[in-house]
């Protein structure tokens, strides 16, 4: 029996041991004067940016860690542009997507945000009109997204999910994917809350999130007829939240802080609380409701089809179109195309909810990462280049720090948007709190 203990003991202490072999490999450490940024690759193969001090000061930090990345990812973006548009050339479309995008949206981005571009800018040598140009492509996005709690979660506890449907792009120089470097990153700017969000390099606008005060925000695209570059935009619209709000109410205030830009649907939640509430929106109107809203047993007629939602619990679900009155009156595009297994707004909300209704009080981390997976890969995604493809999936749980993440991973142009996309890839969990007291050590 001693020598059986003994050997349990001397196994365990060699797995121990071992696992410093597979310890986050430091990449490069940027010293400014307001903060320390660095970079590291994690045990499980993920790239994790740590950005510290003033906006400005992390821009460069940014750029410092991941100049030529950044460079790859505008060659990407180009080249995506010009898929889409072919008849013109790459730098033409990026040129016009700044003058009727990107500069109108410029004017009402948070002063931080510009000075982190501007920091981003110098430190790399890629424009800053060419750097807002890039931002500028977010006004195309999709994505889905849920947060569980209460009687719909295992434990009470607040769940949320989001995957990001923005297309996969691919650099033309190095025949990558710029998704390939998708990035988990970790802010801690100067008298702000940490935040951590999902991105990629020469990107510093925020899709989805979580805060140390529990805070979580994901968007999806909302299609309307009253949509405008000259509002917030939305990747700094979230981002603007995650560094200031302490609780749900400040977290509505600041997602619906005008002047309003856009088609998006939001949800919004506090863990501490725990509770949620979807917000739905464009340039005209704003709803916010959480699960007992009229929005989510609603019922309308839409371009001759009827569409009836029903309550539950705890549980906000979300896609690409509105559920509220408000909002469904402005929306221009189709709901339903009447396809099986179509990646129709209305029919993806249909699968995913009825999912999600399904684990009904047994909703957790992996539950709800299983879901999502199950939810995506059931859906008959058209053919095409790039576009309609999710780059990432992520699945937290803001009051544990607890989060999956799975990011796309090869060039859609070669193997099918399909089996690149995030939705077909191994995820890995990781703890935000845990990150934040990391050191480049």
Known sequence: MKQRKWIGIIVAAGVWLGSFGLRAE?????????????LERSDQGDLILHLQGS??????????LLGPDTEMALRSAKNSIHHEVPFLPASLSVRLLYQFVGKKQAAYVPPQFLEEMEGLSSGSGVPLRTIIALH??????????????GPASKDGRLYFMRSNDLGILVDPATHTAYHDHGL?????????????????????????????????????????????????????R??????????????????????????????????????????????????????????ESNHYTFQGRKYVYEAQPGLLTRTNHPLSSELIAHHEKKLDDGKPHSKSSAQRYQDLRARLVNQDGALDLETLNQILRDHYQSVAWETGPTWGASSHQFVFAP????????????NPLEQGRRQVSAFNQPYHRYNFFELLKRRPE
């Open 55 to 64: 906006y400005h000061e992390m821009g460069v930090q940014h750029a410092k």
């Open 399 to 410: 009051k544990s720090g607890d989060f999956l993440i799975a990011f796309s991973k090869g």
């Open 26 to 38: 430091v990449l490069g450490v940027c010293q400014t004067p307001s903060g320390t940024g660095w």
């Open 184 to 236: 988990i990153v970790l802010y801690q700017p100067l008298d702000e809350i940490p935040y951590l969000m999902i991105s990629w390099p020469g990107f510093v606008g925020a899709s989805d999130g979580m805060n140390a005060e529990g805070i979580a925000v994901g968007n999806m695209s909302d299609p309307s007829r009253f949509e405008t570059p000259a509002g917030l935009p939305m990747p700094f």
């Open 238 to 295: 979230i981002k603007q939240t995650l560094g200031k709000a302490h609780n749900l109410e400040e977290a509505i205030a600041w997602m619906t802080k005008q002047p309003l830009e856009g088609g998006y649907n939001f949800l919004v939640a506090d863990a501490k609380i725990p509770a949620a509430k979807a917000i739905e929106m464009d340039a005209k109107s704003v709803y916010v409701g959480g699960w007992d809203g009229p929005a």
């Open 136 to 149: 500028a492509m977010t006004y195309l996005t999709s994505c889905a997204g849920a947060a569980a709690w």
